[in-house]
């Protein structure tokens, strides 16, 4: 784009405006593009996530103590992503639920026994809520907001070094598209073209503060354009448009196209975690937190599958009710487990 | 027949090697295949751009991202321009870097990181955003090795080490070492973490000292043994670890003790080091320790104005005299 003439009779002056386009898909074909058992799988996923979260109610009602944010209502989101993996690639995820745990192939038991802290967990313990698995390509969950959005464009640094045809997905927030954080990896990722897909779950609110009030542009995938990556907005409780979208991502990333940023529209139907008892009326209008649990993510799917013949109402309820018993299988494992021994702490700081 | 070298050649010869030895050592940082320092200059003519990669200024960012590449098997080596931006990117290297593979319990988790902080401290008019020494900030942070060289022999032995440890390593390159000359052997040597150097032998004061405080020292030392009073000057070399063994050697022959260091007294490394000898050693010491550091102000802008701020030798000649009595 030449912008420097030096003199003559015009001047020219370049304004940006956002260009979104919008593209239409027929959701028969969509749902048509992926695999009976893919679908399946996706769905028992959605209903494992939800039991897994009620499961983390009950007990936090019982009075045990676990670092939760509850993803009710957001668990299409990264069960749609991880879906669209392989079990080689990596994702780096956050602190919204554990949609993504479950997705990239987490076992409740070893889960909740590591969110309890017992040495059962796939952290041994030490790390709780900051837990990962290095054999799922789970790496790593900060505590710090943000921080771990550059390091995920890292991972993807170092899939192109090491020649790999790998992927990392990169899970956060509205909240967390604010930080400087944010701003570098995405400059990073795309200077150098790297196998990344920024996923973002934009739930409009950061704990109690609303991205209106915080956030410089309506649509947080409006960013992509400052970054020259490939930048989309689609509907974050629909996990076929999300299946399509991350799966398109994928494949640039391992054809060497680069980062993709993919902004999905959901809700949490509960508070940002358990002490936050105003969600509903108070910092967040009631009409409004209704009307998105209408928009069932669980239910859409359901009525995609009942359609192809995939589920019934007595599958469904097969499926629920084995989600409810492994929760409880779970719960029963981590508190019967143990928790580490006191010199254990004291490991780990060094690696040999 | 013995080669000298600088200390910036001692560096680029021990990246060149780990490179050639290990094809998942790479670089980052700002400009680095011109290299203000002089030491990673060119090596993308051997190495190639892709394995010598130019950083925008993010610091914070692509340490994280150097972070991430480490995790999955890689081995960057990443340079700061100025070691005062550590403390831009602390964040990435004291919440991320050294806490990740305790976070994650250990197992396959690991960051093998080094982080070239150069450019360190103070003595070339640079103001106060690029003169600092701040090792003090980093030693108090679990999971962060601190080297942190005073020779050319040092700087390629640590150095190679350093990018051979699977943990993040801070590796401190004062801006008046570049140019010093040492002996360096051809020969393929490396240097283990935690053990000090002995620079000078004495018996009446164990001054510790380490990067270009450790010169300053020396050269107080002389001017001290010409009144009789001999030093003997410890460099540890790595802040952490921390070769304690070889200073309580030195303490139990001279029984007093002088820290010197260019960062800021307060809050130093200096109280760290008498603090683990007050708490482990104190019968042996017979005067009080002493610690000579920058005054409680930040650096001036000119190269005249710093001179008053961080030691001199005739600081660190008057701070021996006060321990002899």
Same mark, same amino acid.
């Given at each position: 784009?030449?912008v420097?003439?030096h003199g003559?009779?015009e001047?020219?002056?370049?304004?940006?405006?956002?260009?979104?386009?919008k593209v239409k898909?027929?959701?028969?074909?969509?749902?048509?593009?992926?695999?009976?058992?893919?679908?399946?799988?996706m769905y028992?996923?959605?209903?494992?996530?939800?039991?897994?979260?009620?499961?983390?109610?009950?007990?936090?009602?019982k009075?045990?103590?676990?670092?939760?944010?509850s993803?009710?209502?957001q668990?299409?989101?990264?069960?749609?992503a991880?879906?669209?993996?392989?079990?080689?690639?990596?994702?780096?995820p956050?602190?919204?639920?554990?949609?993504?745990?479950?997705?990239?192939?987490?076992?409740?038991k070893?889960?909740?026994?590591?969110?309890?802290?017992?040495?059962?967990g796939?952290?041994?313990?030490?790390?709780a809520?900051?837990?990962?698995?290095?054999?799922?390509?789970?790496?790593?969950?900060?505590?710090?907001?943000?921080?771990?959005?550059?390091?995920g464009?890292?991972?993807?640094?170092?899939?192109?070094?090491?020649?790999?045809n790998?992927?990392?997905?990169v899970?956060?927030g509205?909240?967390?598209?604010?930080n400087?954080?944010?701003?570098?990896?995405l400059?990073?990722?795309?200077?150098?073209k790297?196998?990344v897909?920024?996923?973002?779950?934009?739930?409009?609110y950061?704990?109690?503060s609303s991205?209106?009030?915080t956030?410089?542009v309506?649509?947080?995938?409006s960013?992509a354009?400052g970054?020259?990556?490939?930048?989309?907005i689609?509907?974050?409780?629909?996990?076929?448009?999300?299946?399509?979208?991350?799966?398109?991502?994928?494949a640039?990333a391992r054809?060497g196209?680069?980062?993709?940023?993919?902004?999905t529209?959901?809700?949490?139907?509960?508070?940002?975690?358990?002490?936050d008892k105003?969600?509903?009326?108070?910092y967040?209008?009631?009409?409004?937190?209704?009307?998105?649990k209408?928009?069932?993510p669980i239910?859409?799917?359901?009525?995609?599958?009942?359609?192809?013949?995939?589920?019934?109402?007595v599958?469904?309820?097969?499926?629920?009710?084995?989600?409810?018993?492994?929760?409880d299988?779970?719960?029963?494992?981590?508190?019967?487990?143990?928790y580490p021994?006191?010199?254990e702490?004291?490991?780990?700081?060094?690696?040999? | 027949?013995?080669?000298e070298?600088?200390?910036?050649?001692?560096?680029?010869?021990?990246?060149?090697?780990?490179m050639?030895?290990?094809?998942?050592?790479?670089?980052?940082?700002?400009?680095?295949?011109?290299?203000v320092?002089?030491?990673t200059?060119?090596l993308n003519?051997e190495?190639?751009?892709?394995?010598?990669?130019?950083?925008?200024i993010?610091?914070?960012?692509?340490?994280?991202a150097?972070?991430?590449?480490?995790l999955i098997?890689?081995?960057?080596?990443?340079?700061?321009?100025?070691?005062?931006?550590?403390i831009?990117?602390?964040?990435?290297?004291?919440n991320?870097a050294?806490?990740?593979?305790?976070?994650?319990g250990?197992?396959?988790?690991?960051?093998?990181?080094?982080?070239r902080?150069?450019?360190?401290?103070?003595?070339?008019?640079?103001?106060?955003?690029?003169?600092?020494?701040?090792?003090?900030?980093?030693?108090?942070?679990?999971?962060?090795?601190?080297?942190?060289?005073?020779?050319?022999?040092?700087?390629?032995g640590?150095?190679?080490?350093?990018?051979?440890?699977?943990?993040?390593?801070?590796f401190?390159?004062h801006?008046?070492l570049?140019g010093?000359?040492?002996v360096?052997?051809?020969? $393929?040597?490396? %240097?283990?973490f935690?053990? &000090?150097? +002995?620079?000078r032998? #004495?018996?009446?004061?164990?001054?510790?000292?380490? !990067?270009?405080a450790?010169?300053?020292?020396?050269?107080?030392?002389?001017r001290?043994?010409?009144?009789?009073?001999?030093?003997?000057?410890?460099?540890?070399?790595?802040?952490f670890p921390?070769d304690?063994?070889?200073?309580?050697q030195?303490?139990?022959?001279?029984?007093?003790?002088?820290?010197?260091?260019?960062?800021?007294?307060?809050?130093?490394?200096?109280s760290?080091?008498?603090?683990?000898?007050? $708490?482990e050693? %104190?019968?042996?010491i017979? &005067?009080? +320790?002493?610690?000579? #550091?920058?005054?409680?102000?930040?650096?001036?802008? !000119?190269?005249?104005?710093?001179?008053?701020?961080?030691?001199s030798?005739?600081?660190?000649v008057k701070?021996?005299?006060?321990?002899?009595?």
């Amino acid at each position: 784009m030449k912008v420097c003439f030096h003199g003559g009779s015009e001047i020219e002056i370049f304004r940006i405006k956002e260009k979104i386009d919008k593209v239409k898909y027929s959701r028969d074909d969509l749902v048509s593009k992926i695999s009976p058992e893919k679908l399946l799988f996706m769905y028992k996923n959605m209903i494992r996530t939800r039991a897994f979260d009620n499961k983390l109610k009950a007990m936090l009602n019982k009075g045990f103590s676990i670092s939760e944010h509850s993803t009710l209502g957001q668990e299409a989101g990264p069960i749609g992503a991880c879906g669209a993996l392989e079990p080689s690639d990596y994702i780096m995820p956050y602190h919204r639920g554990w949609a993504w745990a479950i997705g990239k192939g987490m076992d409740p038991k070893y889960l909740l026994a590591e969110l309890l802290g017992k040495r059962t967990g796939y952290c041994k313990g030490k790390a709780a809520a900051h837990l990962g698995s290095y054999e799922l390509g789970i790496l790593g969950r900060s505590g710090v907001q943000s921080a771990h959005i550059p390091i995920g464009t890292g991972v993807g640094l170092g899939i192109k070094r090491l020649g790999k045809n790998n992927v990392c997905i990169v899970f956060f927030g509205d909240g967390a598209s604010n930080n400087g954080n944010f701003h570098e990896g995405l400059n990073l990722a795309s200077i150098w073209k790297l196998p990344v897909i920024f996923f973002c779950e934009n739930n409009s609110y950061a704990l109690f503060s609303s991205a209106k009030d915080t956030t410089s542009v309506a649509n947080i995938g409006s960013r992509a354009v400052g970054y020259d990556m490939e930048g989309y907005i689609i509907d974050g409780n629909d996990i076929i448009s999300i299946y399509h979208t991350t799966s398109k991502a994928i494949a640039r990333a391992r054809a060497g196209e680069g980062p993709t940023l993919i902004e999905t529209k959901t809700y949490r139907w509960d508070g940002h975690n358990a002490i936050d008892k105003i969600h509903y009326g108070g910092y967040r209008p009631k009409e409004e937190v209704d009307s998105w649990k209408e928009k069932c993510p669980i239910r859409l799917l359901e009525k995609d599958l009942i359609n192809i013949n995939l589920l019934d109402k007595v599958k469904i309820e097969e499926i629920k009710l084995k989600a409810e018993k492994e929760m409880d299988i779970a719960e029963k494992f981590a508190v019967e487990s143990e928790y580490p021994a006191k010199e254990e702490y004291l490991t780990d700081v060094f690696a040999c | 027949m013995d080669r000298e070298i600088t200390f910036a050649v001692a560096l680029r010869e021990a990246i060149s090697e780990e490179m050639r030895r290990d094809k998942n050592v790479f670089l980052l940082g700002e400009d680095i295949r011109y290299s203000v320092w002089g030491v990673t200059g060119g090596l993308n003519k051997e190495f190639g751009d892709d394995r010598v990669l130019h950083t925008p200024i993010s610091e914070n960012g692509f340490i994280s991202a150097a972070i991430g590449a480490a995790l999955i098997g890689t081995k960057p080596i990443v340079e700061l321009m100025y070691s005062d931006f550590l403390i831009l990117a602390a964040d990435s290297v004291i919440n991320e870097a050294a806490k990740y593979r305790y976070m994650c319990g250990g197992g396959k988790f690991k960051v093998p990181l080094t982080i070239r902080a150069a450019g360190a401290g103070t003595g070339t008019g640079s103001g106060l955003h690029h003169s600092q020494s701040v090792e003090a900030t980093f030693i108090h942070y679990p999971g962060l090795k601190i080297v942190i060289p005073s020779t050319p022999y040092d700087a390629k032995g640590l150095l190679k080490t350093a990018i051979r440890d699977n943990n993040p390593v801070i590796f401190f390159e004062h801006k008046l070492l570049y140019g010093k000359r040492g002996v360096v052997p051809k020969e $393929e040597y490396t %240097i283990p973490f935690g053990k &000090a150097a +002995i620079r000078r032998k #004495g018996k009446d004061i164990t001054v510790v000292s380490w !990067s270009y405080a450790c010169h300053k020292v020396l050269e107080a030392a002389e001017r001290l043994s010409q009144e009789n009073i001999e030093i003997e000057v410890i460099d540890p070399r790595t802040l952490f670890p921390f070769d304690k063994e070889t200073l309580f050697q030195s303490i139990k022959k001279t029984n007093r003790l002088v820290i010197v260091e260019d960062g800021v007294k307060r809050g130093g490394v200096g109280s760290e080091i008498a603090g683990i000898v007050a $708490e482990e050693i %104190i019968a042996e010491i017979d &005067a009080p +320790i002493k610690r000579v #550091g920058a005054k409680d102000v930040p650096i001036p802008g !000119s190269r005249y104005g710093e001179k008053f701020i961080v030691p001199s030798v005739e600081d660190i000649v008057k701070a021996c005299k006060e321990v002899i009595f």
